[in-house]
């Protein structure tokens, strides 16, 4: 994954909003649950003020807040610009998603300089983002 892609881009925010948005319930295949606890334990120990965290449950892979899915993973663009529209392969997002995760929360995410916090940082695009994304299968 090339470094400031739109694919990049968009695993960036998602991976800084399963960091910090509360009430989520992820669901990934029994294969890869024991990655996703072990990103979990990673959080509490980089996070220690937190003290609550994502919900991981088996099946299709997921990202929900509350019953909301926080990721549209379809290739068709979503109507809910609320949503991040993630049109990529789930099992690659996946890996893509735990490693970023992993990579901001060294940096020391949601407090490190640089890596997207958003008071030093411009809000998300989605819009843009979209229009980035389209471009890629043209």
Same mark, same amino acid.
């Given at each position: 994954?090339?470094?400031?892609?739109?694919?990049?881009?968009?695993?960036?925010?998602?991976?800084?909003?399963? !960091?910090?948005?509360?009430?989520?319930?992820?669901?990934?295949?029994?294969?890869?649950?024991?990655?996703?606890?072990?990103?979990?334990?990673?959080?509490?120990?980089?996070?220690?003020?937190?003290?609550?965290?994502?919900?991981?449950?088996?099946?299709?892979?997921?990202?929900?807040?509350?019953?909301? !899915?926080?990721?549209?993973?379809?290739?068709?663009?979503?109507?809910?610009?609320?949503?991040?529209?993630?049109?990529?392969?789930? $099992?690659?997002?996946?890996?893509?998603?735990?490693?970023?995760?992993?990579?901001?929360?060294?940096?020391?995410?949601?407090?490190? $300089?640089?890596?997207?916090?958003?008071?030093?940082?411009?809000?998300?695009d989605e819009i843009a983002h979209r229009k980035r994304v389209s471009k890629l299968g043209e």
């Amino acid at each position: 994954m090339e470094e400031n892609s739109a694919h990049w881009l968009a695993v960036r925010e998602a991976a800084r909003r399963l !960091l910090v948005e509360t009430d989520l319930n992820i669901s990934v295949p029994s294969s890869s649950i024991g990655q996703w606890h072990r990103l979990i334990l990673n959080m509490g120990d980089a996070m220690p003020q937190r003290l609550t965290f994502p919900a991981i449950i088996e099946g299709p892979f997921s990202v929900r807040k509350e019953d909301a !899915l926080l990721f549209d993973l379809n290739l068709k663009e979503p109507v809910d610009i609320a949503q991040l529209w993630l049109p990529f392969d789930a $099992s690659e997002l996946m890996q893509d998603l735990l490693q970023m995760c992993s990579e901001l929360l060294l940096a020391g995410y949601p407090g490190c $300089s640089g890596c997207g916090y958003r008071d030093e940082e411009q809000p998300w695009d989605e819009i843009a983002h979209r229009k980035r994304v389209s471009k890629l299968g043209e």
